[in-house]
């Protein structure tokens, strides 16, 4: 945690407080040069009655005024306080794939990282969609609610593993299922954006899943990642990447991952959707961010997020008492009625 959310304010008031203090040592200078010239020491302290502690005062009260203020400004923070937002949003479920095909290298760097380089740019532009992650095998497990907080979206994103899911396979139809759920309580057009290389173990439990897709009002979007001609799967890699050991099947064979496009586009197009073939991050993300547009939007409250309290209050309220108090003081203490007296004597 900062102290202050804006501490670049305090080399500001440094900057203000050394030309103010040169401009009083100035002034003292001359003040002194004249006075020199014009009176006598003791005949000036006696006009002007001494009165050099009451101006040191008033030059302290200016100079903490000044610092209170910038600290204000500076914006001291401490103490957590809950914020929640409203708006209308768009709603959308993001399911990856995660895997052991999604290890191959046929996209570079694979097609796992290369799903999360381009979801990490996707989640910067859509700014009015509350979205949710989803990642899925043969089973599917929610990885972060629907939000509309776009740092714990691209945490979540980050951390995404092949292989890091407990039960091998690939099913289309789990995050299908699990998206429906997650977005029954929002009305009109919805989004469900999946990332994989289309390979289903499960192809019989689909028709099922695309009909709660429809009832849902749940437009799937489909991102086919890898090429058909297929790539290897890597096992155990060294420090640097290098591929040791490629996947075997349960004979022994040489596991080849191919990307299916029929079963992605034909999902895809059952929902009214579109399906995407991965190129780049960049054009992909545009492409998923132009197929979004027209979902429906609802009122509901932006995800609740703790910040610090701003407490600039305590230091501005500082600040202007001392400056009212340097106002307030005389430059010169008056002289009571006696010490009058005892003069003209």
């Not at 002194?32 to 001494?50: C, E, K, Q």
């Not at 629907?146 to 789990?174: H, N, R, W």
């Not at 096992?235 to 990307?259: A, F, H, I, N, P």
């Not at 429906?296 to 609740?304: G, I, N, Q």
Request: proline content about 4%; overall charge positive; aromatic content about 8%.
């Amino acid at each position: 945690m900062q102290l202050f959310e804006q501490p670049v304010y305090f080399l500001y008031a440094l900057a203000v407080l050394a030309l103010l203090g040169l401009v009083f040592w100035l002034g003292g200078k001359i003040k002194r040069h004249i006075t020199d010239a014009l009176f006598a020491p003791a005949a000036f302290a006696r006009l002007t009655g001494g009165g050099d502690k009451l101006h040191t005062a008033k030059n302290i009260l200016l100079f903490c005024g000044i610092l209170l203020a910038f600290a204000a400004l500076a914006r001291p923070q401490w103490g957590l306080e809950i914020v929640r937002a409203e708006g209308d949003f768009a709603q959308a479920v993001i399911a990856v794939d995660v895997s052991a095909s999604m290890r191959a290298r046929d996209v570079h760097p694979d097609r796992l990282d290369s799903a999360k380089n381009m979801l990490r740019m996707l989640i910067s532009h859509l700014q009015d969609e509350r979205i949710g992650l989803i990642a899925f095998t043969s089973k599917a497990y929610i990885q972060c609610p629907i939000t509309t907080d776009e740092d714990a979206l691209k945490y979540f994103i980050s951390s995404l593993q092949a292989d890091m899911l407990p039960v091998p396979g690939t099913s289309l139809a789990a995050p299908v299922k699990l998206a429906a759920h997650m977005l029954a309580k929002y009305p009109g057009k919805k989004a469900l954006i999946i990332l994989t290389d289309g390979e289903d173990h499960s192809p019989e439990e689909l028709k099922e899943a695309q009909d709660i897709a429809q009832q849902e009002g749940i437009r799937i979007i489909a991102i086919g990642i890898g090429t058909t001609q297929g790539e290897l799967i890597p096992q155990r890699t060294d420090v640097s990447g290098k591929v040791l050991e490629y996947k075997k099947d349960r004979e022994g064979k040489t596991v080849v991952s191919k990307l299916d496009e029929q079963s992605l586009a034909a999902l895809a197009a059952a929902t009214q959707g579109v399906y995407i073939k991965y190129t780049t991050p960049a054009q992909v993300a545009v492409k998923v961010e132009e197929s979004v547009k027209d979902l429906d939007r609802s009122r509901s409250a932006a995800s609740s997020r703790a910040r610090y309290k701003n407490r600039y209050q305590i230091p501005l309220f500082a600040a202007v008492l001392c400056l009212l108090v340097w106002l307030a003081l005389p430059y010169r203490a008056r002289k009571s009625p006696e010490a009058n007296n005892e003069e003209k004597r």
